[in-house]
């Protein structure tokens, strides 16, 4: 099993920035991808940005240029770094944890608020 606890979201101001953080524990080995997700208000929820067991970035048209995923060394912990914020990026983010066969492991979500 693996568990993740989100950390980070609060209300800012558009233009403003945030780092959402990521810890995870249990049994990581299987689950090398790290990702966020966006639940916008009354939306779908959608993949933001991801990193491959290399290091290897993906990220949604939308965020590309104002947020950057990164890692620690332990490859426990993920953040993501979001800048120039947007009141469009308001919503539930939710880290990932997930297998290259397509599991997924959900965390529990942390609200962001932009808003002036």
């Known amino acids: 099993q693996v568990q993740l606890v989100e950390s980070g979201g609060a209300l800012v101001q558009p233009g403003g920035s945030l780092r959402l953080s990521c810890v995870a524990s249990?049994?990581?080995?299987?689950?090398?991808?790290m990702a966020w997700y966006h639940e916008a208000p009354g939306k779908e929820r959608e993949l933001v940005a991801r990193?491959?067991?290399?290091?290897?970035?993906d990220y949604a048209q939308p965020v590309k240029g104002r947020f950057v995923i990164s890692r620690d060394n332990t490859q426990t912990t993920h953040y993501l770094q979001m800048n120039s914020l947007r009141p469009e990026d308001t919503g539930l983010y939710y880290c990932?944890?997930?297998?290259?066969?397509?599991?997924?492991?959900w965390g529990t979500g942390t609200l962001v608020t932009v808003s002036s």
């Open positions: 990932t944890r997930e297998t290259v066969t397509g599991i997924i492991y």
């Open positions: 249990g049994n990581l080995y299987n689950v090398p991808i």
């Open positions: 990193i491959n067991r290399r290091g290897v970035r």
